[in-house]
Structures are given as C-alpha cells and as structure tokens.
C-alpha cells in the first residue's frame, strides 16, 4: 500500500477544476517566505523527515514512523508558482488512488490571492493487497508565490466506506475508532482554515 500519497505527486501544473477554494487570479502575487500555521494542539508532534523543502510531522509515539502515521502533516515547497494548478494536479492524483473519492472546496480566513484549499475524503484507498481496507481523508491550503508555491497538506488514515464520507460504525471499538478520527479531522479543519501566507518582511495574510 501507498503510505502517503501526497508526498509522491509529481507537482506539475494542470488547469483549474471543481472542488478548490481559490483565490483571486488578478492580484498581485507576493515573494511568499512560509506558511503560517500552528499544529493541532490536541496531539503532541514530532519531525519524522525533514529536507530543505519538506518537513513531515507525525504524532510523538514510540516506534511511529511517517509510514506507519494513521494522521501526518507536511509542510512543503514546490516549483509551481500557480496555486490553482497545483491544487487541481493534486486532487487529480488523490481521487485517481480511490475507488470513490468526494472533493470539496476547503474554507480559507486568508486574503491573499495566489491560493487554493481543498478537502478529499476517500472511501477506500486502492491497494495491491485486496484484503487491505482503508480509507483517507486529506486536505490542503497551497499558496502561490512568485517562483514557488508553500503546501501545508494533511492526511487522516479512516475506516474504509462503501461510500465517501458515510461512516456507520456498529461496534463499540468501531465507534470509538470514529469518535478519534472525526476529532482529527476537525483538529485539520481548523489548522487548514487559519493558514496564511507571510512575506520575508512579516507580513501575514
């Protein structure tokens, strides 16, 4: 099974599609020096991997690894300086792994422009192995800058469904399993709603 699917897109640039939450195209687009965003506080992180253009955050859990996370972070640059493309590529690949995916515009409080931000909730990821099921729900706010975009991605390992999104946990295990995941999901939500874009001088918005 393909552990993280956002980390091995090929970021190219395609045309804009449904299901984005973009910016205005006619702005002004700044020289973007990171994202600004602070992780869920419900969950102790620590740095799994960590490059020049990419940091990978998991939850701090002895013997837990970035293959292993049932929830991860990355922050990220890429050489796409147009948001919405790089958006569109991205929920391209994502809804190409599942055998049924659901793909929403995400919500954004930031003014700047040069942005896109989505939700896809997968209903189960395809597998080599058919006896693995399990399904995803990942997230998104990409911010363009002149040369290269900023990505703060997410992933949320979930029950598979026969339907995107449509949970129906019997169990007691089965629902408290999806008491933990909803809690997740919402923790993403709110980080991905508050992410903004900030210049070299400070500047956030």
Same mark, same amino acid.
């Given at each position: 099974?393909?552990?993280?699917?956002?980390?091995?897109?090929?970021?190219?640039?395609?045309?804009?599609?449904?299901?984005?939450?973009?910016?205005?195209?006619?702005?002004?687009?700044?020289?973007?020096?990171?994202?600004?965003?602070?992780?869920?506080?419900?969950?102790?992180?620590?740095?799994?991997?960590?490059?020049?253009?990419?940091?990978?955050?998991?939850?701090?859990?002895?013997?837990?690894?970035?293959?292993?996370?049932?929830?991860?972070?990355?922050?990220?640059?890429?050489?796409v300086n147009n948001a919405a493309q790089l958006g569109s590529k991205i929920v391209q690949s994502l809804s190409a792994s599942c055998y049924?995916?659901?793909?929403?515009?995400?919500?954004?409080?930031?003014?700047?422009?040069?942005?896109?931000?989505?939700?896809?909730?997968?209903?189960?990821?395809?597998?080599?192995?058919?006896?693995? +099921?399990?399904?995803?729900?990942? /997230? *998104?706010? &990409?911010?363009?800058?002149? @040369?290269?975009?900023?990505?703060? #991605? =997410?992933?949320?390992?979930?029950?598979?469904?026969?339907?995107?999104?449509?949970?129906?946990?019997?169990?007691?295990?089965?629902? +408290?399993?999806?008491?933990?995941? /909803? *809690?997740? &999901?919402?923790?993403?939500? @709110?980080?991905?709603?508050?992410? #903004? =874009?900030?210049?070299?001088?400070?500047?956030?918005?």
């Amino acid at each position: 099974m393909k552990k993280h699917a956002l980390l091995g897109l090929s970021l190219l640039s395609l045309a804009g599609c449904a299901g984005l939450n973009t910016g205005g195209s006619k702005a002004t687009v700044s020289d973007i020096s990171r994202i600004q965003f602070t992780l869920p506080p419900q969950v102790q992180w620590t740095t799994a991997k960590q490059d020049a253009d990419m940091t990978v955050f998991i939850p701090k859990v002895k013997g837990l690894t970035a293959e292993t996370s049932p929830i991860t972070i990355v922050y990220r640059r890429a050489g796409v300086n147009n948001a919405a493309q790089l958006g569109s590529k991205i929920v391209q690949s994502l809804s190409a792994s599942c055998y049924k995916a659901l793909n929403s515009p995400g919500r954004s409080v930031s003014k700047y422009a040069n942005k896109a931000h989505f939700e896809s909730v997968c209903n189960r990821v395809k597998t080599k192995n058919k006896k693995v +099921k399990i399904g995803r729900y990942s /997230a *998104a706010a &990409i911010f363009g800058g002149a @040369k290269v975009s900023h990505l703060l #991605l =997410a992933e949320v390992r979930t029950p598979a469904t026969a339907e995107p999104g449509k949970f129906a946990p019997k169990t007691k295990a089965e629902k +408290k399993v999806m008491k933990n995941t /909803a *809690a997740q &999901i919402a923790a993403i939500q @709110k980080m991905m709603t508050e992410a #903004l =874009a900030c210049d070299a001088g400070g500047k956030c918005q």
